[in-house]
């Protein structure tokens, strides 16, 4: 990057910082990973936080209308969507906070979820602080 660039950057404010976040996170990631990974990064980002047409970005479990309204264990969920490789492996996960539903932390790993927690058609869970999931109706 261009000295002149960084400079622009660093001075951003309110709003800009938004994007200057964004600039630097793809520098960052292209001399680290390589140019196809910081795109790749780039558009998860975006679908994360902004809502825009990337969200095929995130990886999507679809799931029958009827089955969700019965209610399935989360574990069952995590497992189903690849998300953790065993039951044993997903209670860990849980009590060690690092799951969330819909952005709220979930704290028992016994829970069932049903067609309540769809919001704007979709079910978003996140392992930790980058593997996002989201659950949708088929």
């Not at 558009?43 to 019965?70: D, N, Q, S, V, Y």
Request: aromatic share 2%.
């Amino acid at each position: 990057m261009p000295l002149a660039e960084i400079e622009e950057v660093a001075a951003a404010e309110g709003q800009a910082i938004n994007a200057a976040k964004e600039i630097l996170a793809y520098e960052v990631t292209e001399l680290v990973h390589g140019e196809k990974a910081a795109q790749e990064a780039r558009l998860a980002a975006r679908a994360l936080f902004a809502g825009g047409k990337e969200a095929a970005a995130i990886p999507a479990t679809a799931l029958e209308k009827g089955r969700l309204e019965a209610g399935i264990p989360l574990l069952d969920l995590l497992l189903e969507c690849g998300l953790v490789a065993s039951k044993s492996e997903g209670r860990r996960l849980v009590k060690q906070g690092g799951l969330t539903v819909n952005e709220e932390r979930v704290e028992d790993f016994e829970l069932c979820l049903d067609a309540s927690w769809l919001k704007e058609g979709k079910i978003a869970l996140r392992k930790g602080k980058k593997d996002h999931h989201h659950l949708v109706l088929s």
